[in-house]
């Protein structure tokens, strides 16, 4: 179906399903071409439906056999089916079962969704609506049933067997070569939760036992010979088992939970009850083929999916209008998790690295939209960075506005009041206006605004009367669909520092909740402080503690004191990031003054040696996210118009160069008191010292290319972990050499069977800012290990280079033609990661005239490609609207 008539879904035409399906009994027999499904559904009526409706199940490129009701086929006169529907207009007054029989090619199905074959395993994707490519289901995650799965395979091809819940029976087949096993879930739920893989896969595998007493077997299934690489993803199940008990009081509900690593996979992860299915990229861990990145990434993801069990599985969405309601929390969940289990503020940095990069740029462009949208052709494209990293600061802006306490008790009415159920905000939000006795209908605003706010900040000092007083506005910009915006609840984290640290505050207002926290509410507010002995720096929104800009006219000096002395580590970081920014941003325009930057330059090379002459030791993970300033792209985003990605690149070069230089001298000393002894260790201490001295390894690269370049080399012969590796091939392309090619070459030599340190080998020659980039890609993908048919190749490479700000903007249009191709390409054989790919256009209207003329075409060429999926359709038409 095109786009153009496909229905928009809107969130006010929620109905309840008519009918209910109580339990569904699959009977599933494996075969590459020929897969055959037997769906038994118990049916009824939904009392909340409208009474003697006709049944419409939803399907998809499905292809029915046989159908009968109450055990007697029916005849062809009293239903129609099609690929996309099956319909009984005059289904029986009472109860009944409906048998469906349906036939699948597994090995064809290269969309990934449904029911498909990876690498000779079988394996599911449902959500969000995939469980209709597999039978004829009313497919909608408020039709929540109890399953009863019986699986049959070949002995030799699928020897492991698996689905959702505990394991009721297994056998053989006797002389047919062929065995069956029998799975049966308890827990009622939606179908976009159904799982099953079948193949020949390893384990590894470890007992555990709940808070309230409950044993679990746990396994992590990977292909064979790779058992060796499933450890730490085990070890990060049990961690977040035991973390998710103590802070959130949940315990784990089935005799199994099961991990399996697939090598297909369009997205990350999935929560399938009883039995996730991963992204192999997400799981599979050993030194030399993971870098500190993954193994963080796998403890992660492994934790957001098991979250999901409550947040998500045990209480579900009503609809996918509220996808946030288990997509935000668990992201705040897993973000959580991390900081407890590593550092909290270098993990808070991090994640407001993603969420600007990715959320604010989303915000700022054409495919804006609310936390919770309103309306959606394809639902498969709102599983964005608005819906999820946003929709998580949504929670955690709720539990820094009603406290620790409250939002836990909320927590704990939520899990209590809405288990078993399908939810919505509503509901959600219900539990922690009740625990915390506010009134959060003000609050609530978040989940239905799109944009940005900005906060507008500047003081005062009246040095005689000693008050300091602050003044506050926000404004949120227009976004598409919503000219006009209202304030949202802003609640803002501050600190009045002095010489000597944080200064006491004490305001009359009413408007200053305490404890260092303002709430801006309204559009603007002014706030008096008495009693201030000094002039004092504002430091606000310290944590990040509300998703907005802040501009606040703070000088460099102002800035840098800020950097060091702040009790703030977040707003350390900010200081000198803002210093940055602001340099980058007058320096980035085309034909700008530079001296400023020099000056800048100096200024921050200092700051940044004597912080890593006192501090570089104390903690190099925190070092190293101050040291890396902000990238290209943020830049672009901040100057917001008529962006020319050359001059914004130019000027962050001469930045970073002038920060290397000043850094030159102490580096060897630091670098040398940084390596790490022993064996290779992920955990973050060890992790945080590599960062650090990587970064360095960068800034040297780059400002001293000859040295550099020996370095790089030397690291990467000695290096016993991928990580190091990985920093000298990556420092390495910004120095343009033979060198460069040579250690390139060394590194795909070393890695030839490794397709997922492959990626990184992929991605990092995409990234290279130089002209030439286009052509290496393209003879890149003509590299054994690309295909366009594996999602995580094309991600490295395509979308690696779509990633690459001087080179996808390139001024001749060309990066743009180049990837537009591969979106229509793409888009016959797997529309969700061409749709995917189409995404990273949406920031082309900030650029300068000619580049979007550039970028419109390619939009429009693909916009106009006949039988386009409604994904790629659907992100086309938007971008250009
Ligand atoms: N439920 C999603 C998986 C998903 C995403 C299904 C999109 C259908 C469409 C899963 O819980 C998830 O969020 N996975 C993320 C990783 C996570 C750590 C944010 C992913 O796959 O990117
Ligand atoms: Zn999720």
Redesign the pocket.
């Known amino acids: 179906m095109r786009n153009d008539d496909a229905p928009l879904i809107r969130l006010e035409d929620y109905r309840p399903s008519n009918w209910l399906i109580d339990t569904v009994d699959l009977d599933i027999s494996l075969h590459p071409q020929k897969t055959r499904v037997r769906a038994l559904l118990a049916l009824r009526a939904n009392p909340a439906g409208e009474p003697g409706s006709p049944l419409v199940l939803d399907g998809d490129e499905l292809a029915l056999k046989a159908l009968s009701i109450d055990g007697r086929p029916l005849d062809a006169s009293a239903y129609e089916a099609t690929p996309q529907a099956l319909t009984i207009p005059n289904p029986p007054p009472h109860d009944f079962t409906l048998t469906i029989e349906t036939e699948l090619d597994p090995s064809a199905n290269t969309k990934l969704m449904g029911l498909y074959r990876s690498s000779r395993v079988y394996c599911t994707?449902c959500?969000?609506d995939g469980f209709r490519r597999i039978t004829y289901f009313l497919d909608r995650p408020d039709v929540m049933s109890v399953y009863t799965v019986r699986l049959e395979a070949e002995k030799a091809e699928a020897p492991v067997l698996l689905s959702n819940g505990n394991l009721v029976a297994a056998g053989e087949i006797p002389g047919s070569g062929r065995h069956f096993a029998v799975w049966h879930d308890p827990h009622p739920k939606p179908a976009y939760l159904f799982a099953l893989v079948g193949g020949a896969l390893d384990h590894v595998r470890q007992d555990y036992v709940t808070a309230d007493g409950h044993k679990v077997e746990l396994a992590v299934y990977v292909e064979p010979g790779k058992a060796g690489r499933a450890g730490w993803a085990l070890d990060s199940l049990v961690r977040c088992m035991r973390w998710d008990e103590q802070v959130f009081g949940r315990n784990y509900d089935l005799d199994v939970f099961n991990v399996v690593a697939v090598s297909d996979f369009n997205?990350?992860?999935?929560?399938n009850k009883g039995l996730n299915i991963f992204n192999d990229k997400y799981v599979l861990a050993d030194p030399q083929t993971a870098t500190d990145g993954d193994y963080a990434s796998i403890e992660?993801?492994i934790a957001?999916?098991y979250f999901?069990n409550w947040t998500?599985n045990r209480i579900t969405c009503r609809d996918w209008f509220q996808l946030c309601l288990k997509?935000g929390l668990?992201?705040f969940r897993?973000q959580e998790f991390s900081s407890d289990e590593r550092s909290r503020p270098v993990k808070r940095i991090a994640d407001v690295r993603t969420l600007r990069s990715t959320q604010f740029s989303e915000d700022a462009g054409p495919l804006a939209h609310p936390v919770r949208p309103r309306a959606y052709k394809e639902i498969?494209n709102f599983?964005t960075p608005t819906v999820?990293e946003k929709g998580a600061e949504v929670i955690r802006m709720l539990k820094v506005l009603i406290g620790d306490d409250a939002f836990r008790q909320g927590m704990d009415l939520y899990f209590e009041r809405c288990d078993g159920t399908a939810a919505t905000i509503e509901a959600f939000l219900a539990c922690f206006a009740e625990a915390s006795g506010q009134d959060l209908s003000d609050f609530a605003r978040w989940y239905e605004q799109a944009g940005t706010p900005t906060i507008v900040a500047s003081g005062r000092y009246d040095a005689a009367a000693k008050r300091y007083t602050l003044d506050l506005a926000q404004s949120t910009p227009p976004t598409p669909g919503q000219p006009e915006k209202q304030p949202v609840v802003l609640p803002i984290r501050f600190g009045l520092v002095g010489a000597k640290g944080d200064l006491p505050l004490k305001t009359a207002s009413n408007a200053y909740a305490g404890d260092g926290l303002i709430v801006l509410d309204g559009a603007c507010l002014s706030l008096g402080f008495e009693d201030v002995p000094e002039a004092p720096i504002p430091s606000l929104l310290r944590g990040f503690s509300a998703p907005a800009r802040l501009e606040l006219d703070l000088g460099d000096a102002d800035l840098l004191r800020l950097f060091s002395s702040d009790s703030d580590s977040f707003n350390r970081w900010q200081a000198l990031q803002s210093v940055a920014t602001r340099a980058l941003v007058t320096a980035g325009k085309p034909g700008a003054d530079q001296k400023p930057l020099a000056a800048t330059a100096t200024a921050l090379g200092e700051a940044l040696d004597a912080f890593l002459k006192a501090d570089g030791l104390t903690d190099p993970a925190f070092a190293a996210q101050v040291l890396r300033l902000p990238a290209p792209a943020d830049i672009a985003r901040e100057i917001g118009k008529d962006v020319d990605p050359e001059a914004i690149f130019a000027a962050h070069r001469s930045l970073s160069s002038a920060i290397g230089k000043a850094l030159l001298g102490n580096m060897p000393g630091l670098s040398a008191a940084l390596a790490t002894s022993g064996p290779y260790r992920p955990d973050a201490a060890s992790a945080g010292r590599r960062a650090l001295r990587n970064e360095l390894l960068g800034l040297a690269a780059l400002c001293a290319p000859a040295k550099g370049a020996d370095l790089c080399e030397e690291q990467f012969g000695a290096a016993d972990n991928l990580t190091d590796r990985l920093a000298a091939l990556a420092a390495m392309t910004l120095i343009p050499s033979e060198r460069r090619e040579v250690l390139i070459a060394r590194f795909a030599e070393a890695y030839a069977n490794e397709p997922l340190v492959l990626d990184k080998w992929l991605m990092a020659q995409a990234l290279i800012p130089e002209p030439a980039t286009l052509d290496r890609v393209k003879k890149l993908m003509q590299h054994p290990v690309f295909s366009l048919g594996n999602p995580n190749r094309v991600r490295a490479l395509i979308g690696g280079f779509a990633a690459n700000l001087t080179q996808f903007n390139r001024p001749d249009g060309e990066g743009y033609g180049f990837v537009s191709d591969i979106v229509i390409a793409l888009d016959r054989t797997n529309p969700q990661v061409a749709s995917r790919l189409l995404g990273s256009f949406k920031s082309w209207r900030m650029l300068e005239p000619r580049r979007q003329r550039f970028a419109r075409e390619a939009l429009s060429t693909v916009a106009r490609m006949p039988n386009l999926s409604r994904d790629v359709a659907d992100i086309a038409e938007r971008a250009l609207a």
């Open positions: 994707q959500e969000a997205m990350g992860a999935m929560e992660a993801i957001h999916e999901h998500g997509e668990t992201v897993d498969n599983y999820y």
